[in-house]
C-alpha cells in the first residue's frame, strides 16, 4: 500500500470517529452509504438555495409532482441529495458531484428503478478467457473512434441495464466481424431471456426486475441470437410476451468468456475483442457530473450493467498532480447523464469492483431472411 493512499486511509478512520450521522431523510442500508455519510459532515450552507436549485432541477429535467404532499416530500430528498452529492465530491475529488436527473430519488428509490445486476454466475456455456500478451498495448484506446460503438440510449424507468451491456457487448463484437454497426434489441433479452440457475433460486433474467451479462450471452447463444432494435424497438417496460422472430436475427453470438481480473488482461481483451460487458457498483454514479472518478471509499458489491469502451490518462489529481490511468464505460441513462452518457472511473485498484466482473463475446453474423 503506498503512502499517499495509507494517508488517505487514516484520515478517513479518523474522520469516521469524530463525525455523526446527520441525514435522515435520504436512509439506507446499504453499508457503503452508511460508510460515506458518516465519513464526511454534510454543510448546512449548501441547502440555503435549495429551493432555487429545485426549481431548476424540474425545469431542466422535465419533473412535476402530482399533490402539494409529494412536491414537499421530493424537496426533502432533493435537499438530502445535495447534501450527498457534498459529501461524495469531498470523497471523491478528481470527479465532479452534483444535481443530476435522478436528485429527487432516495438512494433505495435509484437503486430499485434503475440498477438491476442479478448475483454473479457462470454459466456452464462460458469460457476462461485465455490470456493474451500485454507488451504492445496502446497507451490510449476508444473504440468510439473505431466504429464500434452505438449512441448512448435510455434504459428508462427499468432495471434493465444488464440487457444494454449485453447489446452493446455484441454490437462491437458484430461490427468487428462484419464492418458494420447495427444497433441490438435489449427489448428482446427484456421480454424473451429469462434464463435461469436451476441450483441458484432467483438467478433467472428478469426483464426489468434485473439480469446478468453472461446469462444473457448464454440466452442468445441458445436462442440463435438478436433482432435489430428497429425490429424490436425498446419500450422500458415488462411486455410478457416474447415476440421474437427468429427469421430476422441480425447478430449471434459464437461463443463468450469471462476475462481475468488483471487490469492489463482486460485491456488486451478490450482491444482485441472489441467493448466489453462489466458490472459495477453504481454509488457514486446517482451524483456523477463528469471527471475521473475515483472514490476513497465504495462497496465491490455490484449493482449495474455498464460497458466497457475504452481507456487512457490525464493529469485529473488536484494532490498528485499526475496523469492517472482510467476505464472509459458507457452508461444507459441518457445523454443528459454524466459525460454525454459516458462515466470514467480509475483504473488501478478495482474501484467499485469494476474489475471483477468482465466479459467478452464473440460474434457470428446472420443476414436476415
Same mark, same amino acid.
Given at each position: 500500500?503506498?503512502?499517499f493512499?495509507?494517508s ?13 450521522a446527520?441525514d435522515?431523510?435520504?436512509s439506507?442500508?446499504? *453499508?457503503?452509504d ?13 441547502l440555503?438555495?435549495a ?12 419533473k412535476? &409532482?402530482?399533490t402539494r404532499?409529494?412536491?414537499?416530500y421530493?424537496l426533502? @430528498?432533493?435537499?438530502?441529495?445535495l447534501?450527498?452529492?457534498r ?7 478528481s470527479? @465532479?458531484h452534483?444535481?443530476?436527473?435522478f436528485?429527487d430519488?432516495t438512494?433505495?428509490e435509484f437503486?430499485?428503478?434503475y440498477?438491476?445486476?442479478k448475483r454473479?454466475?457462470?454459466p ?14 496502446p497507451t490510449?484506446?476508444d473504440?468510439?473512434d473505431h ?14 441495464c444488464?440487457s444494454f ?6 454490437? !462491437?463484437?458484430n461490427?468487428?466481424a ?7 434489441s435489449?427489448?428482446q433479452?427484456v421480454?424473451c431471456?429469462h434464463?435461469c440457475d ?8 428478469s426483464?426489468?426486475?434485473?439480469g446478468l451479462?453472461?446469462?444473457a450471452?448464454? &440466452?442468445t447463444l ?8 428497429e425490429d424490436?424497438?425498446y419500450?422500458?417496460t415488462?411486455? !410478457? ?6 427469421s430476422?436475427i ?5 461463443n463468450f468468456?469471462?476475462?481475468s ?6 485491456a488486451?481483451?478490450l482491444v482485441k ?14 451524483t &456523477?457530473?463528469g471527471?475521473?472518478?475515483c472514490p476513497y ?7 449495474h450493467?455498464?460497458l466497457?469502451? !475504452?481507456y487512457g ?11 492517472? *490511468? ?16 459516458y ?8 474501484v467499485? !469492483?469494476v474489475?471483477?466482473m @468482465?466479459?467478452?463475446v464473440a460474434?457470428?453474423h446472420?443476414? *436476415?431472411?
Open positions: 500500500m503506498d503512502r493512499f495509507l488517505v486511509l487514516l484520515l478517513l478512520l479518523s474522520s469516521l470517529i469524530l463525525a455523526s446527520t435522515s431523510t435520504v439506507s442500508n446499504e *453499508p457503503e452508511l460508510l460515506i455519510r458518516q465519513v464526511v459532515a454534510h454543510d448546512d450552507d449548501l440555503m438555495n429551493e432555487h436549485h429545485f426549481t431548476n432541477f424540474k425545469s431542466k429535467f422535465g412535476s &409532482y402530482a404532499e409529494e412536491h414537499a421530493r426533502g @430528498v432533493f435537499k438530502a441529495n447534501r450527498r452529492a459529501r461524495h465530491q469531498k470523497l471523491d475529488p470527479a @465532479v452534483g444535481i443530476t436527473q436528485s430519488l438512494p433505495a437503486r430499485r428503478t440498477l438491476g445486476l454473479l454466475r457462470i456452464a456455456d462460458a469460457h476462461k478467457a485465455p490470456i493474451l500478451p500485454t507488451n504492445d498495448l490510449d484506446f473504440w468510439r466504429g464500434a460503438v452505438t449512441a448512448v440510449k435510455n434504459q428508462g424507468s427499468c432495471g434493465s444488464w451491456s449485453t447489446t452493446g457487448a455484441l454490437e !462491437g463484437a461490427f468487428l462484419t464492418g458494420k454497426l447495427v444497433s441490438l435489449e427489448q433479452l421480454d431471456d434464463e436451476p441450483d441458484e433460486p432467483g438467478s433467472c433474467d426483464g426489468c426486475n434485473g451479462m453472461t446469462s450471452f448464454e &440466452y441458445k436462442t440463435g441470437g438478436l433482432m435489430q432494435e424490436y424497438p419500450t422500458g415488462d411486455h !410478457g410476451t416474447c415476440k421474437f422472430d427468429k430476422k441480425v447478430a449471434s453470438v459464437a468468456s469471462v476475462v481480473l488483471d487490469e492489463d488482461q482486460i488486451a481483451n475483442n472489441g467493448p466489453l460487458a462489466v458490472g459495477i457498483n453504481a454509488v457514486f454514479m446517482q &456523477y457530473i471527471g475521473v472518478s471509499i465504495c462497496s465491490r458489491r455490484l449493482n450493467g455498464v466497457l469502451v !475504452g490518462s490525464e493529469g485529473y489529481s488536484p494532490i498528485r498532480m499526475k496523469d492517472k *490511468p482510467y476505464w472509459i464505460i458507457k452508461n444507459s441513462w441518457g445523454e443528459s447523464w454524466g459525460e454525454n452518457g462515466y470514467k472511473i480509475c483504473r488501478g485498484r478495482d467499485c !469492483g474489475d471483477s @468482465v466479459s467478452t460474434a457470428i446472420t443476414t *436476415p431472411k
